[in-house]
Structures are given as structure tokens and as C-alpha cells.
């Protein structure tokens, strides 16, 4: 028999198979937001497989036997639906949206994407140059291009360095062996999750997963984690462009880490608004800028933090300096309580907001099953925010803004040009 579990706000199940089905109830709504997450992204690839995750995510959509990508496409349009699917570092999901009394047909669909996809010659192919052109349109959008430099040094030597996408090398080479070989591999029972959030009854939920995912095999999946050595280095990507990007940041929090309602605030306080201090110091008061903020990594195994700004390259010296004196001040000083009281807000009231989108709900019950973390209700999230006082948020301050450096850079620079700012 399925094993349940009743939580302050959801209900899960887990078959025989491995297979984990999650729901939270929303009667007020007509909608369902359903995702199939699949505990693999592009950490998880081998040199050969650099990019499998994405480029599985639109092959799946392209069917099975029994379905045509055309068949997926009209029968999902035909009920109003949406539909996509995104990959991270960590994992994958396939979602829909649509109507309560569309769900089966909605599900029907996913299983055939996940479980049995097709692998047509032909339309691997033609997802391929797809791919590329994803990869093209990325490199020519050169704010994009120092983040991935910006993950590739603070993630160096980690499985967390690669590109989700890959590169244009690694697809244009990868065969149709390599990418079912990763899907045999990565997706089955064990490693997935199907996580509703809306107008759906868990017990209805768990007996039509059961018929469409009961007798999908497959065995559970491992991570190699660790934690990177973060060493100060400058990614450059010498460009002649208008504005330069810049990325600066270093180690931060894990996913898990009890200090991560802290780390909000402080992020918030530091560029999270319009009312943070870089918005204001280099934007409204300065006008260097029409781009600044800052912005948290987290992962199982490690963390980030960074701050970007876009600006006319002979204003990067200023910004640059203007960065450095915040950091400085929010590490030695603190923040105020005024800005506690406001960041707070702010945050106390994101939450509060994004539970009366369904998807928001599944988004968060999917990646929590997955990455293996606690389910907070709404109002426990607020009592953990709560709780962050001044010390919780110098302390974290002093922790993560302290240590090395690193940056990812686009723009009309020369060599070394940047190093003084990650020393």
C-alpha cells in the first residue's frame, strides 16, 4: 500500500515504485498547477552528456509512440492550458496548468512525455539546432554572459560549473545514445516527484498518478556534492559594448541552512528594491546605473551571493567603489532597524502574495520534496521571518561577505583591469 503523510498544510504519498506524489489543496480555485520534477539537472552530467538535461526537456516535448509532438501541443491547447518545462542545476520539471476537469487529460500527456519518449532521429536534429539557437541568443545578451562567467568561477572545479545549456560544442556532438542513456539513467519512479497545487483531492490525485505512473520503474539517483574552493579570480569576456556588466560575489548559505530568513533580509536590504541601499546609492542618488541589485545563490551542497550592475564602462571605478563601501558598512555596522522593520515587510508580504498563485505553491512543494527540506506553511515562513533580529543579519553579513571574491565581467577591459575588486 502507498505510504501517506498528512502535513499542517499538504499531503503526500509514496508508492511501492518510489514514485512521490504531493498535493496542497486550494478549493477556492478552479485551476491545478501539476509538476513532474525529476531529481537530475546539469550537475548530475557526465563530460559526454553536458547540456542532456535541457536538451531532454524539449525532446520530451517532441512525444512518444503514441503521441506526436503536434498530438501534445493541440490536445494541451485545445483545454486552455499551459505548459512548459524548465532546468536547473538540480533538477527538472515538466508542468502544466489548466482546468480541475482537464487533469487527466493533463496527466496522460506527461506520463507518455516522461515515461516513454520517442527519440525520433528527426526531431532530435531539429531540437538540436533549437538548442544552439537558445545558446546563440544567450551569448548575445551580454548580462547573461557574465552571470554563466560568474557561476563558471565561483563553481570551478564543482559539477555545479557547467552551463545548463551546454555548450555549442557539447550539443552539436552529443548522440542520441548519449541523451537516452542519461534519461534511462536519471529519470524513473524513485527520482521523481509529482507535486499539485490547486483545485485537486489528494486521495483522487494519488489514484490517477497510480494509473498512469504505477508500473513506471527505475531506480533512485546520487549527487556527488561537495564544496567548492572559491579562489579570487576575474572571468572577462572583453566585448566593445556600450554598458559594462559586472557580477561580484562569493561563497554563501546551503539551501538547508537555518540562517537562510537572515540571509533574506539582509540580500533585500543590501539590493532585494527599490528602497535597498545600491538602488539608492548608485541609482536614484548617483543615476550610474539603470540595473543594480543583489541576489542569493543556494544549493544542497553550497551557495553564492552577488551583486550585478550594468553601467557605462568609464562609471565602473565609481560603482565598483560605491559597492565596496556598502559591503564594508552593512559587515562592520550592520543595519538599522528601520531597515529590519521595512525588509520585513517586504518579504512578510512576497509571501503572502505569491500563495494565491497555485503555481507558486507547487513550485515550492516540488523543489522542498526534492531537495529533501522541510515544508513551511505560509505562516511559518512569516514566524521564521519573524524572528530574524540585528545580530541574526550582522552575523550573516560577517559570514558571507567577508570571504573571497570572485567576478564575472563583460565589457571593454583588459586583462587584469578588474582584479583589484575580488583581492
Same mark, same amino acid.
Given at each position: 500500500?502507498? @505510504?501517506?503523510?498528512?502535513?499542517?498544510?499538504?499531503?503526500?504519498?509514496?508508492?511501492?515504485?518510489?514514485?512521490? %506524489?504531493?498535493? =496542497? $489543496?486550494?478549493p477556492w480555485v478552479r485551476s491545478v498547477a501539476v509538476g513532474c520534477w525529476v531529481d537530475t539537472g546539469s550537475r548530475d552530467e557526465l563530460s559526454n552528456e553536458a547540456g542532456a538535461s535541457h536538451y531532454l526537456e524539449h525532446l520530451l516535448f517532441k512525444g512518444s509512440e503514441r503521441y506526436s509532438a503536434r498530438m501534445i501541443a493541440e490536445t494541451f491547447d485545445a483545454m486552455g492550458a499551459e505548459s512548459n518545462a524548465f532546468t536547473s542545476k538540480d533538477n527538472t520539471c515538466f508542468w502544466a496548468r489548466l482546468l480541475d476537469s482537464d487533469l487527466a487529460?493533463?496527466?496522460?500527456?506527461?506520463? @507518455?512525455?516522461?515515461?516513454?519518449?520517442?527519440?525520433?532521429?528527426?526531431?532530435?536534429?531539429?531540437?538540436?539546432? %533549437?538548442?544552439? =539557437? $537558445?545558446?546563440?541568443?544567450?551569448?548575445?545578451?551580454?548580462?547573461?554572459?557574465a552571470f554563466e562567467e560568474f557561476n563558471q568561477v565561483l563553481?570551478?572545479?564543482?559539477?555545479?560549473?557547467?552551463?545548463?545549456?551546454?555548450?555549442?560544442?557539447?550539443?552539436?556532438?552529443?548522440?542520441t545514445d548519449d541523451l537516452s542513456g542519461y534519461w534511462a539513467r536519471r529519470y524513473g519512479a524513485r527520482s521523481t516527484v509529482v507535486a499539485m497545487a490547486g483545485?485537486?483531492?489528494?486521495?483522487?490525485?494519488?489514484?490517477?498518478i497510480g494509473k498512469h505512473f504505477g508500473d513506471w520503474s527505475g531506480d533512485g539517483v546520487d549527487h556527488v556534492f561537495a564544496e567548492p574552493a572559491i579562489e579570487p579570480f576575474v572571468r572577462l569576456v572583453n566585448r566593445d559594448t556600450e554598458q559594462a556588466h559586472l557580477v561580484l560575489g562569493g561563497r554563501g548559505l546551503i539551501r538547508g541552512d537555518e540562517r537562510r530568513f537572515a540571509f533574506d533580509v539582509l540580500n533585500h536590504i543590501l539590493g532585494g528594491g527599490m528602497s535597498s541601499r545600491l538602488f539608492l546609492k548608485i541609482r536614484e542618488e548617483r543615476g550610474l546605473a539603470y540595473s543594480v541589485y543583489s541576489f542569493r545563490l543556494s544549493h544542497t551542497d553550497t551557495g553564492g551571493w552577488g551583486v550585478y550592475v550594468g553601467t557605462t564602462p568609464e562609471f565602473t571605478e565609481t560603482?565598483?567603489?560605491?559597492?565596496?563601501?556598502?559591503?564594508?558598512?552593512?559587515?562592520?555596522?550592520?543595519?538599522?532597524?528601520?531597515?529590519?522593520?521595512?525588509?520585513?515587510?517586504?518579504?512578510?508580504?512576497?509571501?503572502?502574495l505569491s500563495t494565491?498563485?497555485?503555481?507558486?505553491?507547487?513550485?515550492?512543494?516540488?523543489?522542498?520534496?526534492?531537495?529533501?527540506?522541510?515544508?513551511?506553511?505560509?505562516?511559518?515562513?512569516i514566524a521564521r521571518l519573524e524572528d530574524v533580529d540585528l545580530d541574526?543579519?550582522?552575523?550573516?553579513?560577517?559570514?558571507?561577505?567577508?570571504?573571497?571574491?570572485?567576478?564575472?565581467?563583460?565589457?571593454?577591459?583588459?586583462?587584469g583591469e578588474l582584479d583589484r575588486w575580488v583581492q
Open positions: 500500500m502507498p @505510504e501517506k503523510i498528512r502535513g499542517s498544510h499538504y499531503q503526500l504519498t509514496t508508492f511501492a515504485n518510489g514514485l512521490r %506524489v504531493i498535493t =496542497e $489543496e486550494m487529460t493533463g496527466m496522460d500527456l506527461l506520463a @507518455e512525455m516522461l515515461q516513454r519518449p520517442a527519440f525520433r532521429a528527426n526531431e532530435v536534429e531539429s531540437e538540436r539546432q %533549437v538548442v544552439i =539557437e $537558445e545558446i546563440n541568443m544567450n551569448d548575445d545578451d551580454p548580462s547573461d554572459v563553481f570551478a572545479g564543482h559539477p555545479l560549473e557547467g552551463p545548463v545549456l551546454g555548450t555549442r560544442a557539447s550539443i552539436k556532438s552529443m548522440t483545485s485537486v483531492q489528494h486521495d483522487a490525485a494519488v489514484d490517477l560603482c565598483m567603489q560605491l559597492i565596496e563601501e556598502e559591503l564594508s558598512s552593512i559587515t562592520s555596522d550592520g543595519i538599522t532597524a528601520d531597515e529590519l522593520d521595512r525588509a520585513k515587510g517586504s518579504l512578510r508580504g512576497g509571501l503572502a494565491e498563485d497555485p503555481n507558486s505553491r507547487m513550485v515550492r512543494l516540488g523543489r522542498d520534496e526534492l531537495s529533501g527540506g522541510p515544508h513551511l506553511s505560509v505562516d511559518e515562513r541574526a543579519v550582522k552575523e550573516v553579513a560577517e559570514t558571507v561577505y567577508t570571504g573571497s571574491r570572485v567576478m564575472g565581467a563583460v565589457g571593454p577591459f583588459e586583462p
